[in-house]
Structure formats: C-alpha cells, structure tokens
C-alpha cells in the first residue's frame, strides 16, 4: 500500500497488526534521518513551564501519511495546551530504543509511540519510570501499567463500508481480498468487506486469498499473483490488506480493468483510476485525544476508535473526497447508500462482527 520507497519493508499499519492492533500501510519514504537521541528540530520552543509531549516514530517519518498524521496530533495537543513538543525519527531497532530512552530523559508529560515495534521498550521504561506517563498508538504493552495508555482502532468498521461500496459497484456480485495472512486479525479486512458487499447486494458472492510465503508483508509479486487468482475468476472489486503488496494488487486490477481498495492513508494516487476508496485511520485524533485522556487523569486505559469516534473512516467520506483521485468520488449515490450505512454503526442500530475477537 502505499508509501513511495524504492526499498520494502513492512508496512507501518500491517506490521502493527502482527502483534498487537495493526493495520496495513505501505512501503514508507525513508527520507528522514536517524533520530537517536535527537530530536528533527520540530520543537515548538524550548521546555519552559507548559505541558510538554514527545513522539517516538519506528520509521522516518517521510512521505508516511500515517505517521504524519501523528505528527500532526502531538503538534495539535501541544498548541492546545500552549506547550511544546518533539518528535525523534527512528530508522531500525537501536534507534527505536534510543529515542525511547532519550524521551524518557527529557521527561516530558507524555511519550507517545506508534508501533507494536515499541511495545517491549515501553514496558521495561514504564516498569523504570512510573511517574512518566506512556501513550502507544495502534499497539499496547502486553502487560498493563497504569502509566500506560493505548490508542487502538476497530478496522473491521471501514472495511464493512468498502464491502458494500463494492457490493454496490460490482457488475457481477464477484468480491474479493488479498490479505497478508490468515488470522482473526487480518481477517478484520477480509471478512468485513464479504459482509458489507452481501449487505448491499445479498447475491453476492466473496473470496479471500493470502499472501503467505516468507515475506507475506514485503511481497508484492506474490501478491499480485494472489489477486490475479481472483480476478481470474471474475472478481471485480478486491480489497487491498497486502501491506507492501497491495502495488501488486493494484496492478492485477489495472491490468484487468477490476478495481481495488486501500488502507490507512488515500492510496488512489498510487493508481487513478483503479483505487475505489480507502479505508484510513486517523492516527491524528488517536493521539490528540489519547494525550488528553492523560492530562485528565485517565492514564493506564485503552481506548478504541472507530467510526463513532472518527478515528476511522474511508476517503469518500472525507470533505476532500473530490480531489482525492478516488473512483468514488463519480459515485456520490453510492456514497449516500454508505453514509446511511455508516450512521446507523455509529448509533448502534447495526453492529460489525470483529474476526479477531472470534
């Protein structure tokens, strides 16, 4: 999915949900630098007597829309308070833990880290530090602590209202994805989507493929192969949840003229055309509100976001959707049916079923 990279790596979303919570990015731009210790000189100020916050990224930050979203949540929470805040860019594991290790010296008010990546660092410094407060975003410690506070999002909620955009969209009721792995967590993207299409469309029919292999995270080849299977079959409307592979579905369904679905950040301009609509999360509110859940006296909790709570969303239902270069934005009947879809989850009149609580 996307992130412009000329190297792969497993995406920042996917690989989250390996452990703990995840989602499924893309390959990010690695244009930052190794942080260890420093900070990328996005400081607001130097620390005086406001409130203070500091973010902890597992990967440069770059062109990662998901982690730029966090960026912007910690800069947001720091205006809101009049206080100041860092971010320390990681490149590899010893960075991670150095810029954990060198936020915690600074003791700042709250240390917020996105990734199951720092799920193990975080529980030896909580443990360390009990006084300094903790807030993981899209992952949690194992353990809790009650310096500790967790941000997660319920994916299967979006993914249900792609399901029936396509269930909507499709020609012949054939829906489909291709899915990193076959557990109740990715499944949150395959499951979902065969719901919302026979929501819509009750004769629909729905087939799920999954990467495997060695690198079912980083394997775009394999990926496109694991879509080619489906389009064979006449599916014309796949979700994407291939994590670095999802470029490989995207050009299956280009090749065909099928169309596809993207995860976490707007993955049509990676394929005009060819990308339906995205189901994203915002990482932004996540951090903001997990922040102010600290500063009230509300620590050691997790909290999930979903569609009630705007953490998760698609692009058509975003106020930019008329530039997004999304397919759904031609569709605005579609997205009326889905808008109505959207509310009554957001009320509780319809629940989603959650494979990976199964």
């Given amino acids: 999915m996307p992130r412009t990279r000329t190297r792969t790596r497993r995406p920042r979303s996917l690989r989250l949900a390996a452990v703990a919570s995840g989602s499924v990015l893309l390959a990010v731009a690695a244009t930052g630098c190794n942080a260890a210790a420093k900070d990328d000189g996005s400081s607001a100020g130097a620390k005086g007597e406001g409130t203070s916050f500091t973010l902890v990224t597992p990967d440069a930050v770059g ?84 310096n500790v506070s967790c941000a997660v999002f319920r994916e299967h909620e979006g993914v249900y209202l792609a399901g029936a955009e396509a269930g909507l969209l ?18 949150r993207y ?45 599916t014309d409307q796949i979700m994407a949840a ?13 090749a065909k003229k099928a169309y596809a679905y993207g995860v976490d950040v707007n993955q049509c301009t990676s394929a005009p055309g060819t990308v339906v609509d995205n189901v994203i999360k915002k990482t932004d509110v996540a951090v903001q509100e997990g922040i102010e859940q600290v500063l009230a006296g509300k620590a050691g909790k997790t909290v999930s976001y979903g569609l009630k709570e705007g953490g998760i969303s698609l692009t058509g239902l975003e106020d930019d959707v008329d530039s997004s270069k999304c397919v759904i934005a031609d569709h605005k009947d579609v997205l009326k049916k889905v808008e109505a879809l959207r509310d009554q989850i957001v009320s509780g009149e319809l629940t989603v079923d959650d494979p990976a609580a199964k």
Avoid: I
């Avoid at 499709?170 to 792995?181: D, P, R, T, Y």
């Avoid at 291939?242 to 280009?254: I, K």
């Fill in 63 to 146: 062109q990662n829309q998901f982690l730029k979203l966090a960026v912007d949540g910690v800069k947001a929470a720091a205006k809101a308070h009049d206080g100041t805040q860092k971010v320390y860019q990681s490149t590899d594991s010893a960075s991670q833990q150095q810029n954990v290790q060198a936020a915690v010296a600074a003791a700042p008010d709250v240390v917020v880290l996105v990734g199951f990546e720092f799920a193990d660092v975080v529980a030896q410094q909580a443990e360390a530090h009990p006084k300094q407060q903790f807030l993981m975003v899209d992952a949690c410690t194992e353990k809790t602590f009650a």
């Fill in 170 to 187: 499709s020609e012949n009721g054939k829906v489909g994805a291709v899915v990193v792995l076959d557990t109740g967590q990715f499944r």
């Fill in 190 to 234: 395959s499951d979902p989507f065969a719901a919302g299409a026979e929501k819509v469309a009750p004769k629909a029919s729905a087939s799920t493929r999954f990467v495997g292999g060695q690198s079912p995270f980083d394997d775009s080849a394999r990926a496109k192969e694991q879509a080619n299977s489906l389009l064979a079959k006449g």
């Fill in 242 to 254: 291939a994590a670095a592979g999802n470029y490989g579905v995207f050009e299956a369904a280009e």
